[in-house]
Every structure is written in C-alpha cells, then in structure tokens.
C-alpha cells in the first residue's frame, strides 16, 4: 500500500504560488554620461567597524514541539485499512479501497522530522492544532484536523465556526481565486459548514467542512483534488457512531 503523504501546510504553499504567478522582474539600463563617470583612484574606502554577530543574533527562536489534546478530553481516532473512526467526533469514515490513511502517530512522526526547518510562526499554529488523519485517494487528499481554540484565541471565549473560518480560512476572491458562500451541511447526522475553493491557475479545488466539536476543538475536514472532483464521495462516507 501506498504511504499517505502529509501536507504540512497547504495553504501557505497555495498563496506562494498565487502570489507569485509567472511574473519576471525585469531591470531597465542606466544611462550614466561622461560627466557622472569617475575612475576608481578617486573612490577611498569608507571605514568600518567590525560587527560582532552571535548565534542568537541570526538563529530564530525555535518552538518545541507540543500536544495540542495535552488538558482536553481529546482522544486520538483510528485508522484501519481504509477505515477511520473518532468516538471524539462521533464518526466514522469508509473510503475507496484505493486510499492510503496516515493516523496521527504517522502525521506526528512527519511534523516531527520537519520541525527545525519551520519558522516559529508555523511551528506555534501546528502546537494548536492535531491532525488526526490524512488520506490520499487517487485523485482527492483529505486532512482531519483538531484546531484548538483555546490556543488560537487565548482572549475569547466560546469561539464560533464563523469567527473560525473568518481567521484559518482566509481566501480572498479574485480573478484567479473563486470561493463558495458558506453553506450549511449535514454529514453523518452532525452540521457544518461548508465552504469551497478554486484556485484556477493551479487547476485546484479546496473543500472545507467545519463543526464545532465542544469548547476546545473545531474540527476541518480539508478535502482537494483538481478542480471539479466529487465532493460526494467524502459527503457520502461519513456516518454517525
């Protein structure tokens, strides 16, 4: 069986791809006359002081790697061959046959191995979240995480999916970038929010489903694939237990 493949960070790759484009930096000569010009025995050195540099002065800061569950009653789901399923959240998940399914033990190991190479920001919002599973299907990856809130918003109480989904989900619609009114939906007897995303000039589409699971956690369901893949086969793999 194939490994499922985590993405540390999806997002963050979108927008450097969105934001790069195919654009080139060009320079324009600079015309400089005879008068401008100077030999270089006109020029003297300007003195400097050596600068005295340590390690901490070019070395960022590093997080330690943390359990975002650690004072919850978070429990850890499972998964088995192309099943997975959390008494946290009350579901279980049956994929196609052909799905490789990574649990958090396997996504811990690889966020782990990355660790150092993260900057302090992306380590501090992997702290505050768990992910849970990654499946990669043929065609579609689907990303089951537990973000807590509690973490995200240390000065609020009792955050909404809204205000959730207004501060993690922060596409903003544009020629190349076309995003779905949220949406209310039912899967496996539980509400969420549904919200999807085009992102034309990579051919690719993001579905996210989010419900609030109890005052610690919401839970995104992160599903993308080339755009215009069946939302159904993840819509319709969800059940209540």
């Not at 919850?72 to 061959?81: D, I, L, R, Y």
């Not at 509690?150 to 993690?168: R, S």
């Not at 949220?182 to 496996?188: A, N, R, V």
């Not at 579905?207 to 819509?235: P, Q, T």
Request: hydrophobic letters at 35%; proline letters at 3%.
């Amino acid at each position: 069986m194939k490994k499922a493949i985590l993405v540390l960070s999806l997002l963050v790759v979108v927008s450097a791809a969105v934001s790069c484009g195919n654009k080139k930096a060009t320079l324009d000569p600079i015309e400089v006359t005879a008068e401008e010009m100077q030999t270089v025995a006109d020029y003297k050195p300007i003195e400097t002081e050596p600068i005295a540099t340590t390690t901490e002065d070019v070395t960022e800061e590093q997080t330690p790697f943390s359990d975002a569950g650690e004072g919850t009653s978070f429990k850890n789901g499972t998964a088995k061959g192309t099943v997975y399923t959390s008494e946290y959240a009350g579901m279980k998940v049956t994929f196609p046959d052909n799905t490789a399914l990574n649990d958090r033990a396997a996504n811990d190991e690889e966020i782990r191995k990355n660790w150092s190479s993260l900057d302090k920001r992306t380590q501090d919002e992997q702290n505050s979240r768990i992910t849970d599973l990654v499946a990669n299907g043929m065609d579609t990856t689907y990303v089951f995480q537990f973000y807590n809130t509690k973490l995200m918003f240390p000065d609020k109480e009792n955050v909404t999916v809204d205000e959730f989904m207004e501060k993690q989900i922060a596409f903003s619609e544009s020629e190349d970038i076309t995003l779905s009114k949220p949406e209310k939906t039912t899967l496996g007897g539980k509400e969420y929010t549904k919200e999807t995303v085009v992102i034309e000039q990579l051919g690719l589409e993001l579905v996210y489903y989010v419900r609030k699971i109890d005052d610690d956690f919401v839970l995104v369901i992160n599903s993308h694939g080339e755009a215009g893949f069946d939302h159904m086969i993840l819509e319709k793999a969800i059940e209540a237990i």
